[in-house]
C-alpha cells in the first residue's frame, strides 16, 4: 500500500511515516499542501493522510483540489480541529475518514488499512490464495497453516501479488506499491527481494515469473 503523509510539525510527520513502514506501507512525506499537490500529482497513493492547517496550500485546498481532480486515493485527515463541527466540516470537503490529535497509532493504522482496501475492488481483510493465507492486519502469514516469517518488503510485495489476484504485477508497480520514492527505479531490489519470498514460501512454488512483463501468483 502506498501512503502519503501530509504533516508540517516534522518529528510527528517522520514518527508517523516510520511507524506506517513498520507496518509494511511504503510512505512518502509532505511537510506543506504545495508539496501534497506536486507528490500527488505523479504518484497514484492509497491514502493520504492529511493534516487540515497546512503552510503554503491549506489542507482544506489540499482535498478540494483532490476531489475535483477526481482522484482514487482516500483521505484520512488528521488534526488538531476534532470537535464535530471540525468534523463534519472536513468530511464534508471530500475527506473519507477523519482523526482528531492526539490519536493512538494502532487506531491510525486500522483506519488506513480500512481506507486502503476501499480505494481498489473490494477484497476480504484476509487474503487467501495458492494456500497461502495473509493478514494484514496482524501481519501474519501462512502456508498451509505453518507461519512463514517475512521482512517488511517481502510482505508488502506478496500482498501485492495476492492483491492482484491472478493477474501479472509488474516491477514499476511492486516498486510504486512497496517502496517509496526514494528507492532507484533502475535497482534489482524487486528481483533479490522476489528470490527470498520464493524460498521462504517453500515449494511447490506459487510466484511465476512472466518475462517482460513482471510476476504472478
Do not use: C
Not at 62 to 72: D, E, F, G, K, Y
Not at 80 to 104: C, I, R, S, T
Not at 129 to 152: C, F, Q
Amino acid at each position: 500500500m502506498r501512503v502519503l503523509v501530509v504533516e508540517d510539525e516534522k518529528v510527528l510527520a517522520d514518527a508517523i511515516a516510520t511507524g506506517l513502514r513498520r507496518e509494511a506501507m511504503a510512505v512518502d512525506v509532505a511537510y506543506d499542501g504545495a508539496a501534497a499537490l506536486e507528490k500527488t500529482g505523479y504518484i497514484d497513493y492509497d491514502v493520504i493522510v492529511l493534516d487540515r492547517d497546512l503552510p503554503k496550500v491549506h489542507g482544506d485546498e489540499v482535498a478540494r483540489r483532490l476531489v475535483a481532480q477526481r482522484s482514487a486515493s482516500r483521505i484520512l485527515m488528521l488534526t488538531a480541529a476534532g470537535d464535530v463541527d471540525d468534523k463534519v466540516e472536513g468530511l464534508g470537503l471530500g475527506a473519507d475518514d477523519y482523526l482528531a490529535k492526539p490519536f493512538v497509532f494502532v487506531e491510525l493504522v486500522a483506519r488506513v488499512r480500512a481506507l486502503g482496501r476501499r480505494s481498489a475492488p473490494a477484497l476480504p481483510p484476509v487474503l487467501e490464495r495458492g494456500g497461502i493465507r495473509l493478514d494484514p492486519g496482524k501481519r501474519l502469514v501462512t502456508r498451509d497453516g505453518g507461519e512463514v516469517a517475512l521482512t517488511k518488503k517481502e510482505f508488502a510485495v506478496l500482498e501485492e501479488l495476492m492483491r492482484a489476484e491472478g493477474a501479472v504485477v509488474s516491477q514499476e508497480d511492486l516498486l510504486d506499491k512497496a517502496w517509496d520514492e526514494n528507492i532507484d527505479p533502475f535497482t534489482n531490489v524487486v528481483r533479490v527481494t522476489m528470490m527470498t519470498l520464493r524460498k521462504k514460501l517453500g515449494e511447490p512454488q506459487v510466484i511465476e515469473t512472466v518475462p517482460g512483463v513482471g510476476y504472478r501468483l
